[in-house]
């Protein structure tokens, strides 16, 4: 059974960098589509960027050109470099995978509108990791 584990938050200063990681266990990412999730306080769970099976990615319009999520096979490692950071950034930041297809076009539509998931509409979760933007 897949499980996640996210790493790499932290506290920078606005137009900082940081480069979040989320390694998979008990299964590898081969046949899921992936994504990365962000939570302010107060605020419902939004989806940021996906890595769709067939490698194509899609990302929140506010991300766009400031963050880049990837993978490295080798390492059963997911990826979310983020650059020029904003205050608005802050958040926990989760990872989540489907494996099953109707439910990676509602990641895809969930990350490009920036619309809200909760727990139950995809399969497995990390347990987020908080960054912290300050202006």
């Known amino acids: 059974q897949l499980e996640l584990m996210e790493s790499g938050g932290g506290s920078v200063q606005s137009g900082g960098s940081l480069r979040l990681s989320c390694v998979a266990s008990g299964d590898t990412y081969t046949n899921y589509c992936i994504g990365w999730f962000r939570q302010a306080p107060g605020k419902g769970r939004e989806g940021v960027a996906i890595l769709n099976t067939d490698g194509t990615t899609a990302y929140k319009d506010s991300v766009k050109g400031r963050f880049t999520i990837s993978q490295d096979n080798a390492k059963n490692t997911l990826y979310l470099q983020m650059n020029n950071l904003k205050p608005e950034d802050t958040a926990v930041y989760y990872c989540?995978?489907?494996?099953?297809?109707?439910?990676?076009?509602?990641?895809?539509?969930?990350?490009?509108?920036?619309?809200?998931?909760?727990?139950?509409?995809?399969?497995?979760w990390g347990q987020g990791t908080q960054v912290t933007v300050s202006s």
């Open positions: 989540a995978a489907e494996s099953f297809f109707p439910k990676c076009i509602k990641m895809q539509t969930t990350v490009i509108l920036g619309a809200s998931a909760s727990a139950p509409d995809f399969s497995v």
